[in-house]
């Protein structure tokens, strides 16, 4: 990768506090907890530059709620570990948010797939080497390889794949540019979860 990952790439405005009252993070935890015993979530001195990988979101009332920057490498996840995404501005590279921690350094890409998929209301990225290797058997589409994680570039590649409906159905997909990145989504956590364990099962 160009840069460690999980350096926010945008401009940030973001509120230290709690998280607001409707926030429930007990799905945000189960499927963290079953990616990091998969290692789809977590950290590695040797990988990455040692930095943390991974992250979860789920659709709110309003915005999003996302697990922070650098958090993949936690045992398990607490409320200081997550974020409320109240707006992106996307044309402008802005996004506003609160929460105990700043937000992933990909919450464009999970806010393009709220956006564009009205139904999808959980959103799983995850890194492994096969499964992104073998993306095209996978049969899952996979944004330009010159889109970098985390910038205006990857979140417009997102959108134009998103566009298809194959890719709607499904529900995965393969980020080009982003080593060993692979992004699920469904209209619940159940949905987005049992769709990446599909996957993982499949790679050889």
């Not at 992250?55 to 009332?61: E, K, M």
């Not at 958090?71 to 590279?93: F, M, P, S, Y």
């Not at 889109?147 to 499904?170: C, F, H, I, P, S």
Request: aromatic share 8%; glycine share 10%; proline share 3%.
């Amino acid at each position: 990768m160009d840069l460690v990952d999980g350096v926010i790439k945008f401009d940030l405005e973001h509120e230290t506090g709690p998280l607001p009252d409707w926030a429930d993070i007990s799905q945000l935890q189960g499927w963290f907890g079953r990616c990091r015993k998969l290692d789809l979530i977590g950290q590695h001195a040797d990988r990455y530059q040692g930095a943390a990988y991974g992250n979860i979101s789920q659709r709110g009332p309003t915005g999003f709620l996302i697990t922070g920057t650098q958090t993949g490498g936690q045992l398990r996840l607490e409320e200081k570990d997550v974020c409320w995404v109240k707006h992106i501005d996307l044309a402008h590279n802005r996004l506003t948010s609160s929460g105990p921690v700043k937000p992933s350094s990909e919450s464009m890409t999970h806010e393009q797939v709220y956006r564009h998929v009205p139904e999808a209301n959980f959103v799983i990225h995850v890194h492994h080497k096969a499964m992104w290797n073998q993306a095209s058997q996978l049969g899952m589409a996979a944004t330009d390889k010159t889109a970098k994680y985390g910038t205006q570039e990857m979140a417009y590649e997102v959108e134009r794949l998103l566009k298809d409906k194959q890719v709607r159905n499904t529900g995965a997909f393969s980020m080009g540019g982003h080593e060993d990145g692979i992004v699920v989504f469904g209209d619940s956590a159940d949905q987005a979860g049992k769709r990446l364990e599909q996957l993982f099962g499949k790679v050889r």
